[in-house]
Antibody
Framework: EVQLVESGGGLVQPGRSLRLSCATSGFTFGDDGMSWFRQAPGKGLEWVGF??????????EYAASVKGRFTISRDSSKSIAYLQMNSLKTEDTAVYYC????????????WGQGTLVTVSS | QTVVTQEPSLTVSPGGTVTLTCASSTGAVTSNYFPNWFQQKPGQAPRALIY???NKHSWTPAHFSGSLLGGKAALTLSGVQPEDEADYYC??????????FGGGTKLTVL
């Protein structure tokens, strides 16, 4: 059974940093891409960023709204994807979701349950 | 900035058929945009329904289908059930590993 579990959310002050984790199981982590999405309270979904599979170099891409502030990484030995968020802004307040993303057909199939990040002073 | 547009809200009667659409500000949506569709109920994570235009996941109910319709991606629900009431989001791929969501459609079954 494929499972993704996010953790690391919480309350953080503007300008500070936070790291989210996405622990996975049930599939060969190194073979697939991983993506992060977010949803501000009462709003729609937004794509945040993506990390390619190990076989595709593990390189990353980001939405313009977070580029330069957020960094995605992966630890294949632990089957965990990370989202490092720096210089947080109040508008980054959202539920953050990770999902497996299969590049060959751009399929975002399995999602975690989400973790809430609140940026407030 | 690329904008993906969905109907903000739709209402359908139980047992009826409804089609949700997904348009791109860049022009006609084709299979090269690999449209994904997701269902989200209140307080829950999104659930994937359709990928690559018209492919169902193993868990996708049979009465959901995806297609391209008039230059847009489309999600059709046939024989709508009360439990289909939810928000539905499309996701389009713009190449260079960039994805954009539509604003979502709130589907009411009434």
């Amino acid at each position: 059974e494929v499972q993704l579990v996010e953790s690391g959310g919480g309350l953080v002050q503007p300008g500070r940093s936070l790291r989210l984790s996405c622990a996975t199981s049930g599939f060969t982590f190194g073979d697939d891409g991983m993506s992060w999405f977010r949803q501000a309270p009462g709003k729609g979904l937004e794509w945040v960023g993506f990390i390619r599979s190990n076989t595709h170099g593990g390189t990353t891409e980001y939405a313009a709204s977070v580029k330069g502030r957020f960094t995605i990484s992966r630890d294949s030995s632990k089957s965990i994807a990370y989202l490092q968020m720096n210089s947080l802004k109040t508008e980054d307040t959202a539920v953050y979701y990770c999902a497996r993303l299969i590049m060959i057909d751009q399929r975002a199939d399995y999602w975690g349950q989400g973790t809430l990040v609140t940026v407030s002073s | 900035q690329t904008v993906v547009t969905q109907e903000p809200s739709l209402t359908v009667s139980p047992g009826g058929t409804v089609t949700l659409t997904c348009a791109s500000s860049t022009g006609a949506v084709t299979s090269n945009y690999f449209p994904n569709w997701f269902q989200q109920k209140p307080g829950q994570a999104p659930r994937a329904l359709i990928y690559s235009t018209n492919n169902k996941h193993s868990w996708t109910p049979a009465h959901f289908s995806g297609s391209l319709l008039g230059g847009k991606a489309a999600l059709t629900l046939s024989g709508v059930q009360p439990e289909d009431e939810a928000d539905y989001y499309c996701l389009l791929y713009y190449g260079g590993a960039q994805w954009v969501f539509g604003g979502g459609t709130k589907l009411t079954v009434l």
